[in-house]
């Protein structure tokens, strides 16, 4: 059994949850952003995964999961009323940003949480090899 092949997918996992956890952490803080540099309201990322396969001595023998895209939301935002604030139209309508705080909320969990998942399995195979060492003493 090879114990490296597997920390090999599981890095491949750990990689893609943490590019999760940034994008969801970025919509968080924009979450009340009406105007980005471009002067639109910040528009919700969404992250996509894709399976990859990982290629050994020539032959494709693993499957991992990488980022496939990193893209924006395009549901528009809510429109509140509030003539007072600076990007209120003439209407005094203000498009917010179409982040869901409770959506972002449920992302961040279940996105730490299968990161946790894999660090467990890295801290799993990392002990099995060093057990595996102290067989030969």
């Known amino acids: 059994m090879n114990l490296i ?6 890095a491949g996992a750990l990689n893609a949850q943490k590019t999760r956890l940034d994008i969801v952490a970025q919509n968080i ?11 639109t309201p910040y528009q919700r990322q ?5 399976s990859e396969l990982i290629r050994r001595n020539g032959a494709a023998s ?5 980022v496939a895209s990193v893209s924006a939301d395009r549901s528009p935002g809510q ?3 509030n003539p007072q604030h ?4 003439k209407d005094g309508l203000v498009t917010m940003p179409n ?3 409770s959506y972002e909320m449920v992302d961040l969990i279940t996105a730490s949480r299968a990161y946790e998942a894999n660090l467990s399995v890295v ?3 990392r002990q099995m090899a060093m057990r595996t060492l102290e067989i030969g003493k």
């Open 5 to 10: 092949s597997g920390i090999d997918v599981t």
């Open 29 to 39: 803080a924009n979450a009340q952003t009406t105007r980005t540099p471009n002067g």
């Open 46 to 50: 969404i992250v996509s995964f894709e």
């Open 62 to 66: 693993l499957q991992s999961v990488r």
């Open 79 to 81: 429109q509140v009323h």
């Open 86 to 89: 600076p990007d209120a139209g």
């Open 99 to 101: 982040v869901n705080l």
């Open 123 to 125: 801290k799993s195979a």
